[in-house]
């Protein structure tokens, strides 16, 4: 938490009495930074319906008189969202909220500090930013996807699952991207702890969560480094982690403060040959959840999809 946030903390207790933890769970994120959407995720235990009354204010803000947004549903155990537009990405949010209906319960809240947006990667030598990174995905926050066709969704897996990978030979990819999703501490939500890229089968690059990489197994804490034999280059900048490999044909950006992912396909030929959770990159959002089988689903099939895409004996 930075200093912004600790003062904002101070001056809010000072509104609080009772700071008991709900018998839900409640949190809240940019969804991204350009829709100017903030997203709120509560989750009761599995078979019980939990309906939440929040107010979403400018920071720094003492609590509503009233809490007046009522929303909530159930029986659920994955989570439910629920999207508010229009606020200002550069500012800093406080949500107060607690259950529905229930007056004397105290007022607790959470804290959403502006957004930020990784810069786009550039080329390792040059320093130039390409003119046209797409077809660009992300996987970012408790995670928030957006496929390299656009298409958005969450998916609260807790193993590791494939971003993309070529997908001529789904079975025996040439490379693969894969990402861990791990519990966020004590939150039935879950983030990316690491990133791992594979080529012929092998690893080649591991990311991780403090901003430390592994090159073929060999742990790396400094700013810089080249991937094998001129194959590629790991550049630390900025809080930022920029991956330009040359085979495959790949710009990664590993973002610490939101445990995102970018990742963009250099490669003409990739459009349409790519597979996993970030979708097929081939220009067309109405295929983008297609299962590991073939199998094209919906959003309300979220987890069937996610979970076709998960890496074998991953799971914790």
């Not at 607790?108 to 030598?125: E, G, L, N, Y």
């Not at 040959?273 to 919906?298: F, Q, R, Y």
Request: charged content about 20%; proline content about 7%; some cysteine.
């Amino acid at each position: 938490m930075d200093g912004r946030s600790t003062l904002i903390v101070a001056f809010l207790m000072c509104y609080i009495a009772d700071s008991s933890a709900a018998d839900f769970t409640f949190d809240a994120d940019w969804n991204t930074c350009e829709n100017k959407t903030i997203e709120v995720v509560f989750t009761k235990e599995l078979g019980q319906t939990v309906i939440v009354d929040y107010e979403i204010l400018e920071a720094p803000a003492g609590p509503p008189g009233s809490l007046t947004i009522g929303i909530g549903g159930g029986p659920t155990s994955n989570g439910l969202s629920a999207f508010r537009s229009e606020y200002d990405p550069t500012k800093d949010y406080i949500i107060y909220y607690r259950e529905h209906n229930a007056p004397g319960a105290p007022i607790q809240f959470v804290i959403v500090t502006k957004c930020t947006t990784p810069p786009p990667p550039t080329d390792a030598t040059t320093g130039a930013t390409p003119t046209d990174p797409t077809p660009t995905g992300n996987a970012l926050r408790d995670p928030h996807m957006t496929t390299f066709d656009g298409v958005r969704y969450n998916f609260q897996g807790l193993c590791t699952y494939v971003l993309t990978q070529d997908c001529s030979d789904i079975h025996k990819p040439s490379f693969q991207v894969t990402a861990d999703f791990r519990e966020k501490r004590s939150k039935p939500l879950t983030r990316i702890n690491a990133v791992n890229v594979n080529v012929d089968g092998m690893q080649l690059l591991r990311i991780l969560q403090n901003n430390s990489f592994l090159i073929q197994d060999q742990l790396f804490t400094n700013s810089s480094a080249v991937i094998g034999n001129g194959q590629g280059t790991v550049k630390v900048e900025d809080e930022h982690v920029y991956v330009k490999l040359d085979s495959p044909a790949l710009s990664l950006v590993w973002t610490k403060e939101t445990h995102g992912i970018n990742i963009a396909l250099n490669g003409p030929n990739m459009r349409g040959n790519v597979c996993g959770l970030l979708g097929n990159a081939n220009g067309d959002p109405e295929d983008d959840l297609m299962k590991s089988d073939g199998v094209i689903v919906t959003k309300d099939d979220i987890y069937e999809f996610g979970d076709s895409w998960m890496v074998p004996g991953s799971c914790e």
